[in-house]
T-cell receptor, first 116, second 117 residues
């Protein structure tokens, strides 16, 4: 069974600093996808970044990058130059297989707070 | 980007009544949609996978007779909470991926906050 682990319930970071949010996963599948979502207090789920298991390069999207270490089964999110608006819950998630019909399972989340 | 809507955004009902929540993909077709439940300060828990034209697949521990799912078209899935009780109060979120399209994205609805009195 697939499993996603986020070991940091909460983090405080000074504005403009970089921050790494940890995520490890467990799966027996060779084909899978990893996602990061941001959930502000409004509740909406905002897609940030995606990494496929066969992607050789780490995914990047603006200030977000995914540090994918396949052998260690980790998919940490790195946010560079943090901003006050980055304060939110962050969820790591995984989909086994590449089908749009495959379910996505979420980790427990990390609450990130940015200090001015 | 693709848009998923949910209606209503917020609902308050009396214990014992049924509540229907709609999830629509506005600009794409979705053969499969997913329903999640999120309790305060917790993660999203997958309840069921909604399949167009066929029965939903429920996760272990989710009562299929209590949480009725109907995926009547490629753009609409509904979740009906039957005989709702206060412990069903939660944030319900649906998601969908475009059929036959990219699988590196999953679009979420804005969620429905259900309060059962």
């Amino acid at each position: 069974a697939q499993k996603i682990t986020q070991t940091q319930p909460g983090m405080f970071v000074q504005e403009k600093e970089a921050v790494t949010l940890d995520c490890t996963y467990d799966t027996s599948d060779q084909s899978y996808g990893l996602f990061w979502y941001k959930q502000p207090s409004s509740g909406e789920m905002i897609f940030l970044i995606y990494q496929g298991s066969y992607d050789e390069q780490n995914a990047t999207e603006g200030r977000y990058s995914l540090n994918f270490q396949k052998a260690r089964k980790s998919a940490n999110l790195v946010i560079s130059a943090s901003q006050l608006g980055d304060s939110a819950m962050y969820f790591c998630a995984m989909r086994e297989g590449y089908s749009s019909a495959s379910k996505i399972i979420f980790g427990s989340g990390t609450r990130l707070s940015i200090r001015p | 980007g693709a848009v998923v809507s949910q209606h209503p955004s917020r609902v308050i009902c009396k214990s014992g009544t049924s509540v229907k929540i709609e999830c629509r993909s506005l600009d794409f077709q979705a053969t499969t949609m997913f329903w999640y439940r999120q309790f305060p300060k917790q993660s999203l828990m997958l309840m069921a996978t909604s399949n167009e034209g066929s029965k939903a697949t429920y996760e272990q521990g989710v009562e299929k007779d209590k949480f009725l799912i109907n995926h009547a078209s490629l753009t609409l899935s509904t979740l009906t909470v039957t005989s709702a009780h206060p412990e069903d109060s939660s944030f319900y979120i649906c998601s969908a991926s475009p059929s036959g399209g990219r699988t590196d994205t999953q679009y979420f609805g804005p969620g429905t906050r259900l309060t059962v009195l």
